[in-house]
DNA sequence: GCGGGATATCCCATATCGGGTTATTCTCGA
DNA sequence: TCGAGAATAACCCGATATGGGATATCCCGC
């Protein structure tokens, strides 16, 4: 988990949700789960299993693969 | 992870790594791991995040963004 | 400063992981 | 059909990670 690749995944999540104008809670209550889990996959407290990265990136807006796609290239 | 899209996951992996004739203890051998750590995973009892799935599939030999754009048809 | 919204922290019971070891199952040649 | 090996599953169990409600902080505009 100090993979520095989990660091780029989750400045691309933020990235996103910011881009996106959505807070941590609007993103929680589209997934119907509370703030402190969006807060902590932020945060690298947690990680995200690819099913929860595509319901991720789903509330947030985001195309799942392009977002897979834009990650990938940054850290494959 | 009674949701049914882990187990499109799970028969995607364990179809690129028969497709490209390998074994897990193959699969083991090239990312360090134990081959219980590709017994879990194919079996569903342990998660693999989008970093983990990026290694799997390098070691596949597979195209890493052509298996995640297959599963998410599958699933998406 | 103050009121709120946004995000980080806490707590802690429960669930998952790691990986070496052992048991099963599968494959196939003789 | 039998047995040797290969391949995969299952076991053990201490170490880690997770879930989510509650609470504390932080950050702004006014």
Known sequence: MHDPRY????????????????TQVDI???MGKPQSYVSKYE???RRLDLVEFLDVSK???ADPLATVKKLFERIA
């Open 28 to 30: 929680a209550g589209r």
């Open 7 to 22: 660091a780029a995944l989750r400045a691309l999540l933020i990235a996103e949700r910011e881009r996106a104008g959505l």
């Open 59 to 61: 509330a947030l807006g």
């Open 43 to 45: 945060r690298g407290e």
